[in-house]
């Protein structure tokens, strides 16, 4: 071959690799080169070329159809993962020892302290006590001084509730304004033992003469006034109904209670008035100990009867449930050095709710206006 040849021959292939090289620029830029915009009409590549030119139009979107398709995959391989890992943490059956153990230690701390709530069944064998009673006064008194501050707690419990459940902003913003409106606290003798909020009147939060009796410390009424103040929050349009669901289907899971109907929205509450007591302990230390003041919060459900309605669990599985939704709350119990307690079907395993005959009517019990709910 002569030396103008070669030259012509090297000219060539090199104009036909460059010819590729824009092929194969505009096919990446566009996805296919013969729609390519702006792609020159008079543009016509070597016949030489054509075939690593189909090669390439024809092998590419495959590759990367395929790329795609394994991403897709990995990216849902993935998801499936972090979703199968997720529902089981959930699901993950909580160490029940470790929860009878710290319910074992509440009630101890409760035969302690000279202070300690009256539990539920106590209460409810008792008759109610005229309103000018000192006791009732006293502690009349005490919920209108606790007022604010739980207002205050409560609120701020509401927000981290929001952000650890996912619940829209907008709803704990209306939830906080239900909050901040109840002004008023009022003794009523005919709810004996139970705290209430009307929807016709959701400025007041009355309690059963005997109630106010039965919760001697400030951490007690601070817990039910929080409880009665998410029931506020909820309002009448159930702002915070996705919120009581999130939490009754998480203690559902971790305890294997049936926790439906009305009583997520029950549950929330006595949640919410736990991480209240538990700030109020934070926020003003006392030479008390830390695990008697918060015993405090949940110990009226101390009981011996452990009896259930269709509203409420039980107070000895609301205690288990509280446990299990807050292994925090637990801990603060594990080093109390309480004594076994009798054995009990209903303090060493979770009875199935609605087994009992008896209703319960619990003194933190949310009353509606029939007519608005």
């Given at each position: 071959?002569r030396?103008e040849?070669?030259?012509?021959?090297?000219g060539?292939w090199?104009l036909?690799?460059e010819e590729t090289r824009l092929?194969c620029?505009r096919f990446?830029?566009?996805?296919?080169?013969?729609?390519a915009?702006?792609f020159?009409?008079?543009f016509?590549p070597?016949?030489?070329?054509?075939i690593?030119?189909l090669?390439?139009a024809?092998?590419m979107?495959?590759g990367v159809?395929?790329?795609?398709?394994?991403r897709h995959?990995?990216?849902?391989?993935?998801?499936?993962?972090a979703s199968?890992?997720?529902e089981?943490?959930?699901?993950?059956?909580?160490?029940?020892?470790?929860i009878e153990q710290?319910?074992s230690?509440v009630c101890f701390?409760?035969t302690?302290?000279?202070?300690?709530?009256?539990?539920i069944?106590v209460?409810?064998a008792h008759p109610?006590?005229?309103l000018a009673?000192?006791?009732?006064?006293v502690?009349r008194?005490?919920?209108e001084?606790?007022?604010?501050?739980a207002?205050?707690?409560v609120e701020?419990a509401?927000?981290?509730l929001g952000d650890?459940y996912?619940v829209?902003?907008?709803?704990i913003?209306?939830?906080?304004?239900?909050?901040r409106?109840v002004?008023?606290?009022?003794?009523?003798m005919?709810?004996?033992?139970n705290?209430?909020?009307?929807?016709?009147?959701q400025?007041?939060?009355r309690?059963g003469?005997?109630?106010?009796?039965?919760l001697?410390?400030d951490?007690?009424m601070?817990?039910i006034?929080?409880h009665?103040?998410?029931?506020?929050a909820?309002?009448?349009?159930?702002?915070?109904h996705v919120?009581f669901?999130?939490?009754?289907?998480?203690?559902?899971?971790?305890?294997?209670?049936?926790?439906?109907?009305?009583?997520?929205?029950?549950?929330?509450c006595d949640?919410?008035?736990?991480m209240v007591?538990?700030?109020l302990?934070?926020l003003a230390?006392?030479?008390?100990?830390r695990s008697r003041r918060?015993a405090r919060a949940v110990?009226?459900?101390?009981?011996?009867?452990?009896?259930?309605d269709?509203?409420?669990l039980?107070?000895?599985?609301?205690?288990?449930?509280l446990?299990?939704?807050?292994?925090?709350?637990?801990?603060d119990f594990?080093?109390?050095a309480?004594p076994?307690l009798?054995?009990?079907?209903s303090?060493?395993r979770a009875?199935?709710?609605g087994?009992?005959?008896t209703p319960l009517t619990?003194?933190?019990?949310?009353?509606y206006h029939?007519?608005l709910k």
């Amino acid at each position: 071959m002569r030396d103008e040849d070669v030259s012509l021959e090297s000219g060539v292939w090199s104009l036909e690799l460059e010819e590729t090289r824009l092929v194969c620029r505009r096919f990446w830029s566009s996805g296919f080169w013969l729609l390519a915009p702006g792609f020159p009409s008079s543009f016509i590549p070597h016949p030489s070329s054509l075939i690593l030119i189909l090669i390439i139009a024809l092998v590419m979107p495959f590759g990367v159809l395929a790329q795609g398709v394994v991403r897709h995959r990995a990216k849902r391989a993935g998801g499936a993962a972090a979703s199968r890992s997720h529902e089981s943490v959930l699901a993950r059956p909580v160490a029940r020892l470790l929860i009878e153990q710290a319910m074992s230690a509440v009630c101890f701390e409760r035969t302690r302290d000279s202070l300690a709530s009256v539990p539920i069944d106590v209460m409810q064998a008792h008759p109610s006590l005229p309103l000018a009673h000192s006791s009732v006064i006293v502690g009349r008194a005490r919920a209108e001084r606790l007022l604010p501050l739980a207002q205050k707690l409560v609120e701020d419990a509401l927000r981290d509730l929001g952000d650890k459940y996912k619940v829209p902003a907008w709803r704990i913003r209306v939830a906080i304004k239900h909050v901040r409106g109840v002004q008023r606290i009022e003794p009523d003798m005919e709810l004996r033992d139970n705290a209430a909020v009307y929807l016709a009147d959701q400025h007041t939060i009355r309690f059963g003469t005997i109630f106010l009796a039965s919760l001697p410390s400030d951490e007690g009424m601070t817990s039910i006034l929080a409880h009665e103040l998410t029931h506020v929050a909820d309002g009448p349009q159930d702002i915070l109904h996705v919120l009581f669901i999130k939490i009754g289907r998480r203690a559902a899971a971790l305890t294997g209670l049936a926790i439906t109907g009305r009583r997520p929205e029950e549950l929330s509450c006595d949640l919410v008035g736990e991480m209240v007591v538990r700030e109020l302990v934070a926020l003003a230390p006392t030479n008390e100990t830390r695990s008697r003041r918060l015993a405090r919060a949940v110990e009226h459900n101390c009981v011996e009867l452990d009896n259930t309605d269709q509203v409420h669990l039980s107070p000895r599985n609301t205690l288990r449930a509280l446990f299990a939704l807050d292994a925090t709350y637990e801990r603060d119990f594990l080093d109390v050095a309480a004594p076994t307690l009798p054995t009990s079907p209903s303090i060493n395993r979770a009875q199935p709710e609605g087994s009992r005959r008896t209703p319960l009517t619990t003194p933190h019990a949310h009353f509606y206006h029939p007519r608005l709910k």
